[in-house]
């Protein structure tokens, strides 16, 4: 199967990192001010608003993508939601 994601989509007041509109999915790759306190609060919220939407995530830290140029797991939690 061949999906389209939107890179730097907006949707409602947000901008995310990755959209795909047939699977109703974001997928988010954190970059290290994520794990920030008052950061993690904000990106809780805002996930939430969304999923509200119905909306899925995926979350990655900038690490796991940069591992090899790749995510293996995050590639494991992709294939499952497909």
């Known amino acids: 199967m061949n999906y389209t994601f939107n890179r730097q989509k907006p949707l409602d007041r947000y901008i995310v990192d990755f959209y795909c509109k047939p699977l109703?999915?974001?997928?988010?790759?954190?970059?290290?001010?994520?794990?920030?306190?008052?950061?993690?609060?904000?990106?809780?919220?805002?996930?939430?608003?969304?999923?509200?939407?119905?909306?899925?995530?995926?979350?990655?830290?900038?690490?796991?993508?940069?591992?090899?140029?790749?995510c293996a797991e995050g590639h494991r939690e992709l294939h499952y939601c497909l």
């Open 24 to 70: 109703n999915l974001v997928i988010e790759i954190d970059g290290f001010y994520h794990f920030e306190t008052e950061q993690k609060i904000k990106d809780k919220e805002r996930q939430q608003m969304l999923e509200k939407m119905g909306l899925n995530f995926l979350r990655f830290s900038e690490q796991e993508i940069r591992k090899d140029g790749r």
